[in-house]
Antibody
Framework: EVQLVQSGAEVKKPGDSLKISCKASGYSFTTSWIAWVRQMPGKGLEWMGIIYPRDSDTRYSPSFQGQVTISADKSITTAYLQWSSLKASDTAMYYC???????????????WGQGTTVTVSS | EIVLTQSPATLSLSPGERATLSCRASQSVSSSFLAWYQHKPGQAPRLLIYGASSRATGVPDRFSGSGYGTDFTFTISRLEPEDFAVYYCQNYGSSQTFGQGTKVEIK
């Protein structure tokens, strides 16, 4: 079964660093792009960025460039989303998702993780 | 960046009725790189339609998509109780963006 399993909920303070994970299984991790999507409380979906685990080619939405870092570890088939200094406005649900056709960047997202809730509050 | 505008924001319908959702792009969407997702509270989004009109694996045929260029339509032919949710369109071409969503609620 193709699955993306995300790490658990996080509660952090402003200024903290954080790295959340997305563990892939059931398919060839290196040949499909993985995207990250944000949903702020009561709001819609926002595409943050994407990584190709085979060579770590990474691209960001202009809105998120410089705000987060996306990475991947092929050896453990896991993608990551990290912050160096969290803000209260980073409070949101974060989803990882696989792009459906291997190797293709222009692609819909067919498998989603269950989401990771990040709460940033002093 | 391509901006996607969905309408209406909310659609109030009864089970068995037909739902028609619109997604309009600020510029032409390349090669119909347009998808539709269903999102229910507490669940991950679910891909329903890609390539503007192709159903994803396992998606019932009451869900359909059409359109090209800047105007796209998503239709649920007969609403089932489990179809009440928020629906998003997404452009996955040169700029990856979502519409703001249409909530399909029970009337």
């Amino acid at each position: 079964e193709v699955q993306l399993v995300q790490s658990g909920a996080e509660v952090k303070k402003p200024g903290d660093s954080l790295k959340i994970s997305c563990k892939a299984s059931g398919y060839s991790f290196t040949t499909s792009w993985i995207a990250w999507v944000r949903q702020m409380p009561g709001k819609g979906l926002e595409w943050m960025g994407i990584i190709y685990p085979r060579d770590s080619d990474t691209r960001y939405s202009p809105s998120f460039q410089g705000q987060v870092t996306i990475s991947a570890d092929k050896s453990i088939t896991t993608a990551y989303l990290q912050w160096s200094s969290l803000k209260a406005s980073d409070t949101a649900m974060y989803y990882c998702a696989r792009l459906m056709f291997p190797g293709y960047y222009y692609n819909a997202m067919d498998v989603w993780g269950q989401g990771t809730t990040v709460t940033v509050s002093s | 960046e391509i901006v996607l505008t969905q309408s209406p924001a909310t659609l109030s319908l009864s089970p068995g009725e037909r739902a028609t959702l619109s997604c309009r792009a600020s510029q032409s969407v390349s090669s119909s790189f347009l998808a539709w997702y269903q999102h229910k509270p507490g669940q991950a989004p679910r891909l329903l339609i890609y390539g503007a009109s192709s159903r994803a694996t396992g998606v019932p045929d009451r869900f359909s998509g059409s359109g090209y260029g800047t105007d796209f339509t998503f239709t649920i032919s007969r609403l089932e109780p489990e179809d009440f949710a928020v629906y998003y369109c997404q452009n996955y071409g040169s700029s990856q963006t979502f519409g703001q969503g249409t909530k399909v609620e029970i009337k």
